[in-house]
């Protein structure tokens, strides 16, 4: 029999600006604020820690000095295990990645208590040295580098193409910004709470055409820790979980910009890998009540709304103008105030998804709480959509 995995604990800092410049004379240590957070989500789990036998960290960014960064934490907090301790990577995919991980610790019946955990420090590296070890090289070096395109600039021609195929407006597109500024000013976690206006997203400086400054994010530092457990520790507990009901993953086999002609914009591997979930799950996306998506800029959380069913083509932008993604919405989206608001601390994001999805999923939302939400979903990205990891999950209280 499968053994079906719970998240029952969760910590993590606000996102925002944490790192030290290397020059300054009191420093950030990241094992200081990771081993607080494993304390923190360990406690709120109210599991043993004798319990924990895998630990699944997402890689640090180059400028964590601290190599090896996974066993040198083990050893601060002395906890031996006998499962699995190590880092993965996979781009914008690789929180996402150690949750999945995580789980597959679990349902193999290596651990029955494991933690999905990660630290992202960029906030105070200088920007040239931020382009070079990581924007220019996230494409092809010999290819896309030489041509200037980084991440925002694959999202910008979506942008332009979907305008050019549906109508769509940059009005259309800001929306989502208002939207996603008026729940991070919800979410204590967040990295910019100000409310914004959409005359103030439309006067903003592009960044690349047709995305302004606040279609894209910020750079954020920001630390997560995930607990999840079987069902059955779950179930001890005696309090609210959040049960994994789905997965799905499907990579579109390009690296970015895909050489072949396709639909650019369908985002075939959000399509597939949500259409794998819903049927693990044995649901349809009609049934979900919430969603976190990993959307680095507005148009993305568009294209996504389309790819995993909420909306049909060429409908998820007038529907974001429409409030329909709101909180009150008929599909609130990016209710911890998505990338763009409640910031990007990239290889960590899809851990704050999860936070977002388990505290909805467990009523500790607050003032941005989805009414009556039972099931929510959250996506992972590796680089334009080429890959996504989506998850299922479902309210038990």
Not at 5 to 24: F, K, L, M, W, Y
Not at 147 to 170: E, K, L, V
Not at 215 to 233: I, N
Request: charged letters at 20%; aromatic letters at 6%; a negative charge.
């Amino acid at each position: 029999m499968t053994r079906r995995v719970a998240i029952v604990g969760t910590s993590a800092i606000p996102v925002g600006r944490h790192q030290t410049r290397s020059d300054e004379p009191l420093q950030v240590l990241e094992q200081e604020i990771m081993s607080k957070l494993v304390v923190d989500a360990v406690k709120d789990a109210g599991v043993d820690r004798k319990d924990i036998q895998s630990l699944i960290f997402t890689v640090t960014r180059p400028y964590t000095l601290q190599k090896y960064f996974h066993t040198f934490l083990v050893s601060h907090l002395r906890l031996p295990c006998t499962g699995n301790v190590m880092e993965v990577m996979g781009n914008g995919m690789t929180a996402a990645l150690a949750f999945d991980q995580a789980c597959n610790e679990i349902m193999l019946g290596r651990t029955d208590v494991a933690l999905a955990l990660g630290i992202n420090m960029e906030a105070a590296t200088p920007s040239i040295d931020h382009a070079m070890s990581s924007m220019r090289s996230t494409g092809d070096v010999d290819f896309h580098a030489t041509a200037g395109f980084i991440p925002i600039s694959w999202y910008a021609m979506d942008a332009m193409r979907y305008m050019h195929d549906h109508g769509a407006t940059r009005e259309q597109f800001g929306s989502v910004a208002v939207k996603n500024r008026h729940h991070a000013s919800l979410n204590p976690l967040a990295q910019y709470r100000k409310p914004i206006t959409l005359d103030e997203v439309m006067a903003q400086r592009p960044i690349v055409e047709p995305l302004g400054l606040y279609d894209v994010p910020g750079r954020s530092d920001g630390a997560a820790c995930l607990v999840l457990a079987t069902e059955e520790v779950a179930k001890s507990l005696g309090k609210p979980y959040v049960l994994v009901r789905g997965r799905g993953f499907f990579h579109d086999g390009s690296h970015q910009i895909n050489e072949v002609p396709n639909d650019m914009t369908e985002l075939i591997a959000a399509k597939q890998a949500s259409a794998t979930a819903y049927k693990e799950a044995g649901i349809s996306a009609a049934d979900i009540d919430f969603a976190e998506f990993y959307a680095p800029c507005t148009i993305v959380e568009i294209l996504v709304s389309e790819a995993v069913g909420f909306f049909k083509r060429g409908q998820g932008a007038p529907g974001a103008l429409e409030g329909q993604t709101r909180l009150g919405g008929r599909i609130p989206i990016s209710t911890s105030g998505g990338l763009t608001s409640r910031g990007h601390p990239a290889y960590v994001t899809s851990l704050y998804n999860m936070v977002e999805v388990a505290d909805q999923l467990r009523g500790r939302a607050g003032e941005r709480q989805v009414a009556n939400a039972r099931l929510g979903l959250a996506t992972g990205e590796l680089g334009n959509y080429n890959a996504a990891l989506i998850h299922v999950l479902e309210a038990v209280r």
